[in-house]
């Protein structure tokens, strides 16, 4: 049974992401939020990750004659909006009845792409019926080979525009505070496109990357690299991007912050292929900071949850719209008019 509080939320009280996340625990049952809001482990990388950014300081400029500042994006052959993507994450219909449907919905109306995750609780064809803006989707490659290839043929026949592997999921991490809040699927909740959890152990290679390279008609992303060596292999692999990602602290506990990952990634990446990143961006300036230190956009997990369960489409629009309305205000106050101006001397040294 849906026990889901029907109460409409009047969301012109949420004035940042963190106001998402408090209103959110008195939505979700105790299960759903549990699992969105947990770490692995003794949940240390989930904080450093937001540790990292609070400790970057930013430089701003005065009488700059910055207005509206445009912030557009170019990425793997599109033009976006803005550099703010919906991260992909398990599960909508914990979060919402309405589930990865009003997740589609809020995504069009702020203009982001949503990275659908490979455990959607909805069908793929009905989210890509729903969607207006472009979906991507996120890949977890399971052994049997023609399933995976399959499953990437279904997701190019959709429509989604980019694959992204993750690849830092070999095992699922040591999730103790998620089990202690009692997780599980309700019976009426189905991931229609992976049969049963991800509970076997993955020994996937660079290998598995060139297979799906072989094929794939969209460009390929591996999700999950955090640091240099990895990243030359990703290029090395033909990946199309990759995602700096430590998967929002809920796997390997205790490696560092994606914001400090991420400038060594994108040395070494060098511009040959680009470099997005996910992890604790809450702010606008978090967005301005990640674009200095080399992403060319960001994505955002944790906070979308919270606005779906808070209020459904229009929760995530709201989550995406203050973040972006707060770049736009770090632009400003840094003297930057486009993105390609954000560079690391927005950084106080
Ligand atoms: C509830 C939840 C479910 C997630 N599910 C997936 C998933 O299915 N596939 C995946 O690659 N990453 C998944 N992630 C990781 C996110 O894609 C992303 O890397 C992370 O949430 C970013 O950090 P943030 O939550 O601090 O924004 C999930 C994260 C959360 C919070
Ligand atoms: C089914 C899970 C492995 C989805 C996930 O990636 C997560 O919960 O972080």
Redesign the pocket.
Known sequence: MNTWNETPTDLTEFLNLADFEEKAVERMSKMAYE??ASGAADELTIQW?RQAFDAIKLNPTVLNGVGQPDTRISLLGHELPHPILI?????HQIMHPEGELATARGAGAASAVYVV???TTTPLAEIAQTATQPLWF?L?VRDDREYTRNLIQEAEARGCRAI?I?VD?AVPGVRNRQEKGGFNLPDHVITHHMPGPLNEKKPLTWKDIEWINSFAKTPVLL??ILNAEDAEKAVQAGASGIIV?N????NLDTVPATIDALPRVADRVNGRIPVLM????RRGTDVLKAIALGARAV?????V?FGLACGGAAGVTKVIELLKTELEIAMILTGRATIPQIDRSVIWK
């Open positions: 699992y969105v990750n991260a992909p994450t398990a599960y995750s490979s455990f996120q977890y992204c993750t999921t999700k999950g990602s998967h929002g602290g809920r996910d992890g604790g961006i994505l955002v997990g944790k906070p949850c």
